[in-house]
Each structure stands twice: as structure tokens, then as C-alpha cells.
């Protein structure tokens, strides 16, 4: 199985700053098939980066999502306030398909 | 609009069944893999089972594998996850999801949520 480990655990940052976010996985991800998503307290996760650097519909281009092998990273150009939340990355390219355990960005 | 709404969870103890739906509307069922993700009470996203559209392929998670199957009706647009031997470590918030696979993105990633129905074993 891989294990995806995410860092920082959190990231307190002010609306408009930028925003890193890291995803390690225990082996490397096949064909890069890893994916992004946010989830708002009490909310579905929503998908926000699939094949590790494609935006899915309707998603602001100040997401970005790039990486290969075992190091993939989520940027935010500028947080917006509906931007603060947690998110999650989670590997497909190989059975069981598993999630990291989850980054925090919150309000500064 | 593509709408997934869960139902069937509740209160049930440590050794009893539950029988959680899915219901699909909105796109054609009949040509989308299916999921379901749960969440433990303030922890992380864990992906427990997948059906593809024909339900010829099945998975399942090891921490259910065995106590747990998956099942669908395309002709009632609805998916099933039937959950037996409950233990307190399945207590979680139960999300069906959509494979992107349907969208043009990638199989195996999840492109649309249900709000999720949440199931509690406890004595």
C-alpha cells in the first residue's frame, strides 16, 4: 500500500499570501496518477487537480498542482478566503487507493 | 446537475448490519464506476469500495474486505453498500462518489461527492 504524507499539518497564512502544500508518497506514484481535493467543514471533498497537474472544470487557475515519482505539491498563488479548508492528495495508480492525511490552511 | 445523496445510516451496535444507498441522478448511471470513501469523526478521507459500471470489477479496502459488499441497480440509478460484523473503527461519515473516469479525467480519481450519511457502532 502507499502511505502519502502530507506537510505541513498546518499552514496559517493571510488571504492573498501564497500557499505550498506537499504530498511525499512511501513509492512512486504511477504515471503520475495522483489527485488534489479540498473539503470545507461539514462538506464533500471537492476535486480540485487530477492526473497531478490538471485542473478539473470550473476549478481558478490559482490552483496548481505539479510533481512526479514520490513528490507531488499543491500551490495556491493567492488565498482567497474561500480557500481556507483542509486538503487532501490521493494516489490511484495503484490498488489500494489511498489519501494523505491532510493539510490545514487556515487564517492567520 | 449531478446529485449523489446518501441514506441508510444510524446508530448500530458492534456486530450488527447496516445497509447503506446511494441515489444517482443527473447523469447516466449506467456508464459511471462508482465508489464509497468514509471519514472517521475528525480524521482523514479512507476509500473503502469501488463497482464499475457493469459490476463486473469489484474492490474493497482490507479493513472491509469480507464484512463488507458493494452492489448497484442501473435501471434505479442507485448503489448499495452493505456493511455486516460492524466494528467501532467503522464509525464514519459514509460518502458515495462518482469515478472521474465518467468526466475525462482520470479513473480512479472521485469528480462528484454526495454530502455523505454518517453511521455510528457503538453499544
Known amino acids: 500500500e502507499i502511505v502519502l504524507t502530507q506537510s505541513p499539518g498546518t499552514l496559517s497564512l493571510s488571504p492573498g499570501e501564497g500557499a505550498t502544500l506537499s504530498c511525499r508518497a512511501s513509492q512512486s506514484v504511477s504515471s503520475r496518477r495522483l489527485a488534489w481535493y479540498q473539503q470545507k467543514p461539514g462538506q464533500a471533498p471537492r476535486l480540485l487537480i487530477y492526473?497531478?497537474?490538471s485542473r478539473a472544470t470550473g476549478i481558478p487557475d490559482r490552483f496548481s498542482g505539479s510533481g512526479s515519482g514520490t513528490d507531488f505539491t499543491l500551490t495556491i498563488s493567492r488565498l482567497e478566503p474561500e480557500d481556507f479548508a483542509v486538503y487532501y492528495c490521493q494516489q490511484y495508480g495503484s490498488s489500494p487507493w489511498t489519501f494523505g492525511q491532510g493539510t490545514k490552511v487556515d487564517i492567520k | 446537475e449531478v446529485q449523489l445523496v446518501e441514506s441508510g445510516g444510524g446508530l448500530v451496535q458492534p456486530g450488527g448490519s447496516l445497509r447503506l444507498s446511494c441515489a444517482a441522478s443527473?447523469?447516466?448511471?449506467?456508464?459511471?464506476?462508482m465508489n464509497w470513501v468514509r471519514q472517521a469523526p475528525g480524521k482523514g478521507l479512507e476509500w473503502v469500495s469501488y463497482i464499475s459500471s457493469s459490476s463486473v470489477t469489484i474492490y474493497f479496502a482490507d479493513s472491509v474486505k469480507g464484512r463488507f459488499t458493494i452492489s448497484r441497480d442501473n435501471a434505479k440509478n442507485s448503489l448499495w453498500l452493505h456493511m455486516k460484523s460492524l466494528r467501532d473503527e467503522d464509525t464514519a461519515v459514509y460518502f458515495c462518489a462518482r469515478d472521474g473516469g465518467y468526466s475525462g479525467y482520470d479513473y480512479g480519481s472521485f469528480d462528484y461527492w454526495g454530502p455523505g450519511t454518517p453511521v455510528t457502532v457503538s453499544s
Open positions: 443527473g447523469f447516466t448511471f449506467s456508464s459511471s464506476s
Open positions: 492526473a497531478a497537474s
